[in-house]
């Protein structure tokens, strides 16, 4: 009897381990699900995107036909424009509106613009954080072809500029026309 008092080093038998790895691969599986969750609320969510509302401006240059020339350099759009809807990314809810606030009559250093009137519309309450803004007139308006000018998308960063700023874009627009 001397094999008596041996000591096994093996597992006793395969069945005692499988509640443990089913244990196992159920908090795994559970952990996973957890990530998956998370994940999905923070991608829908963006806790990371200022959603803080802001007073938004459009500038926009308008033609002879859609403005009125105070006369003193200053100059503001006649009804047709004056009315702007600020739509979110899915162009169907209103974010805001807004009147035109007046403008400038552009000088001969905007070439192809001379002549023509920078407006702005004012929008307050402007939710921020949308990936894509739309700016429609109140009224129709309609290209000299004949074309209606729908939606016009804008950025957030674009809203959020300063005169002097949008001055600047406009410095340098050629009419593709005139090309």
Known sequence: MPNEHRVSLTKASASGSTPRSRRRAALGLAALASAVVVG?????WEPWVDR???TARDYGVLGAALFVDDGDGSCHAKVE???EK????????VLATGSSQGGEILSSEYGDLAGNCLVYTEFTGVPAGEDAYFVVSGERLYT???KELGPAETTEASLRQSLSEAKERWLNFKD???D
């Open 52 to 54: 803080t509302p802001f």
């Open 81 to 83: 424009a004056a009315r």
């Open 86 to 93: 600020l739509l979110g990314e899915d162009r169907r809810v």
């Open 40 to 44: 999905a609320a923070l991608f829908v």
């Open 176 to 178: 593709p026309s005139t």
């Open 144 to 146: 000299a072809d004949g």
